[in-house]
């Protein structure tokens, strides 16, 4: 079956433009995590979503960040004004929603912040 | 709070010597433990995992881990590296509980795998 998937593979910005990045989950997954890995931070979470509802963004870094996932499926993170410390590869996972269910990772999109 | 040190950001081994990839962790209760491993422009794939029961835990591609509580530890090991090893491993932690319902995974700096012919 399809894995989980992310679109764009890379992306490149100028620095104060919006960018989105989608997750599409492995179907049936009702969990949805947001992480981001970059080289001083290693991974970090973001934000964890359960069916459409966010009870945990504890992860977002700034109100610059904001997610939304529609349909129990599909999620968009927004990034607006881009900043350059913003630069990252941005992972998604998925899962079902009894622990300690395995986390499947899409392959992530890299985001590059002139 | 829970976090995850990982001995070593880069290690270096001859194919088919043994490969140990140290994990320590720390957290107020017994966390479920992951060894993830990535490939290059690739997404985390999941080695193996530690819930409860048996502490040597056998995972794909020949590797195992050992929990240890006494020492806080979730070590990787593999008897004889390939040359197809080489990638980044990633160990995390996962508290069994969660208000939120959020079952986040916190993981390590990682270390970097290189397999020499």
């Known amino acids: 079956g399809a894995g989980v998937s992310q679109s764009p593979s890379n992306k490149v910005t100028e620095k104060g433009k919006d960018v989105e990045l989608r997750c599409d989950p492995i179907?049936?997954?009702?969990?949805l995590y947001w992480y981001r890995q970059s080289l001083g931070q290693g991974l970090e979470f973001l934000i964890y979503?359960?069916?459409?509802?966010?009870?945990?963004k504890s992860g977002l870094p700034s109100d610059r960040f904001s997610a939304e996932r529609t349909g129990g499926s599909v999620s968009t993170l927004t990034i607006q004004r881009t900043q350059q410390e913003d630069s990252a590869v941005y992972l998604c996972?998925?899962?079902?929603?009894?622990?300690?269910?395995?986390?499947?990772f899409g392959p992530g999109t890299r985001l590059t912040v002139l | 709070a829970q976090s995850v040190t990982q001995l070593g950001s880069h290690v270096s081994v001859s194919e088919g010597a043994l490969v140990l990839l140290r994990c320590n962790y720390s957290?107020?209760?017994?966390?479920?433990l992951f060894w993830y491993v990535q490939y290059p422009n690739q997404g985390l794939q999941l080695l193996l995992k530690?819930?409860?029961?048996?502490?040597l835990v056998k995972g794909i591609n020949g590797f195992e881990a050992e929990f240890k509580k006494s020492e806080t530890s979730f070590h990787l090991t593999k008897p004889s590296a390939h040359m197809s090893d080489a990638a980044e491993y990633f160990c995390?932690?996962?508290?069994?509980?969660?208000?939120?319902?959020?079952?986040?995974?916190?993981f390590g700096k990682g270390t970097k795998l290189s397999v020499i012919p």
């Open positions: 995390a932690v996962m508290s069994p509980y969660s208000g939120a319902g959020s079952y986040q995974l916190t």
């Open positions: 957290s107020s209760v017994p966390p479920y």
């Open positions: 996972a998925s899962s079902t929603d009894r622990p300690p269910g395995e986390q499947f």
């Open positions: 979503f359960q069916g459409n509802s966010a009870p945990d």
């Open positions: 530690y819930t409860t029961g048996a502490t």
């Open positions: 179907s049936g997954h009702t969990a």
